[in-house]
C-alpha cells in the first residue's frame, strides 16, 4: 500500500499516554467485566457504541485534558493520518457529487482506555465510532491484535479497520443510524439491524478502497490483506474459535462470509448505491 502518496489529515487527537477520567457506562446492561467475557462478540469493530452502550443518568464524565491535534510524527500514526486523509479525500469527492458537504469525522489516537461520549471504553473493546462526538477511537496496539490473534496482517488490513469505522461516519452523516434507531423503537430485531449497519460499513470501506485502487496506490495483495482481514472477524469464525460452535441468533457483525461478500461489493463497484444491506436478503 503506497500510503506515503496520500495526504496527511490533521484531525487526529493523540492522546496515547493520557489517563481516562471518566466513569465505565452500562454496556448491554453489563458492567465492563461483563464487556469482557463477551470479547468474541465485541473486540472488532464496534460500529455504533450507543447501540451497546446505554446513558448513565449519573454524574456526567469529566472532560479529558486537552490533546494534541494534528499529524504525530512517529511512523505508525503518520500510516493512520494517512489512511484518514485519503478517507477524507474520497468521501469528500462522492459526497459533492451528490451536493452534499462531508464533515469528517476526528480520529483520536488512546492507550488502555478512553473517554468518549459514549462513556469509558477499554481497549478491549476494539477500534469504535462514538455517533455523538463524530469521533473514531483507536488504541494502535489493537493491530498487534489483528495480526497475531486474528492472522490477518498487512497495511491494508490496517486500512481496513479505519476505512470501516469512518463508514459508520458515512452512515451517521447519512441518517443510517437515527433510522435504525426508529426500527428499533419499532421493534425490529436489534442483532439483525446491528449486523446491516456493519455490513454496510464493509461496503463503504471497499467503496473507498476502490478508489484507492482506481489511482494506482494499491499493490500487488492489498486486496486480499483486506479480504483476510474481514473474513477473520466474521462472527461465526470468532465463535467457533472461542467457543467451538456457532450460534447465529447472537450475531452483531454478520459472518465471514458476509462479511467479505460486502466488502467485496464496494471495492468492485465504488457506489454508494450498491452498499444497501437493509434491503438485501
Not at 443518568?57 to 486523509?85: H, K, M
Not at 482506481?214 to 474459535?241: F, H, K, M, Y
Amino acid at each position: 500500500m503506497q500510503w506515503g502518496r496520500w495526504r496527511r489529515s490533521q484531525n487526529i487527537e493523540d492522546r496515547r499516554g493520557m489517563p481516562a477520567r471518566g466513569r465505565v457506562g452500562r454496556v448491554g446492561g453489563l458492567g465492563l467485566g461483563g464487556v469482557l467475557l463477551l470479547l468474541a462478540l465485541g473486540y472488532f469493530l464496534t460500529g455504533d457504541p450507543t447501540s451497546l452502550l446505554q446513558p448513565d443518568t449519573g454524574a456526567p464524565i469529566d472532560s479529558p485534558s486537552p490533546a494534541p491535534r494534528g499529524t504525530p510524527g512517529d511512523e505508525d500514526a503518520q500510516i493512520v493520518a494517512a489512511i484518514l486523509g485519503d478517507t477524507e479525500d474520497v468521501w469528500s469527492r462522492i459526497f459533492t457529487e451528490s451536493q452534499r458537504r462531508y464533515p469528517p469525522p476526528t480520529l483520536v489516537l488512546f492507550s488502555d482506555a478512553v473517554d468518549s461520549a459514549c462513556g469509558l471504553n477499554s481497549s478491549a473493546v476494539g477500534p469504535f465510532y462514538c455517533p455523538a462526538d463524530r469521533k473514531v477511537y483507536i488504541d494502535l496496539a489493537f493491530y498487534r491484535d489483528l495480526e497475531r490473534r486474528f492472522g490477518a496482517p498487512g497495511d491494508f488490513a490496517q486500512a481496513y479497520v479505519i476505512a470501516h469505522e469512518v463508514g459508520h461516519h458515512v452512515q451517521n452523516m447519512l441518517g443510517v443510524f437515527e433510522m435504525t434507531r426508529e426500527q428499533r423503537a419499532r421493534g425490529a430485531d436489534p442483532n439483525q439491524l446491528s449486523i446491516r449497519q456493519e455490513l454496510q460499513a464493509d461496503c463503504f470501506a471497499g467503496v473507498w478502497g476502490h478508489y484507492a485502487a482506481a489511482r494506482g496506490t494499491l499493490d500487488p495483495g492489498d486486496v486480499q490483506e483486506g479480504l483476510n482481514a474481514a473474513a477473520a472477524i466474521g462472527d461465526d469464525r470468532i465463535q467457533r474459535r472461542t467457543r467451538g460452535q456457532v450460534t447465529p441468533e447472537t450475531w452483531t457483525h454478520g459472518s465471514s462470509d458476509q462479511r467479505v461478500r460486502w466488502f467485496r461489493t464496494g471495492l468492485e463497484s465504488g457506489s454508494l448505491r450498491s452498499c444497501d444491506t437493509f434491503a438485501a436478503r
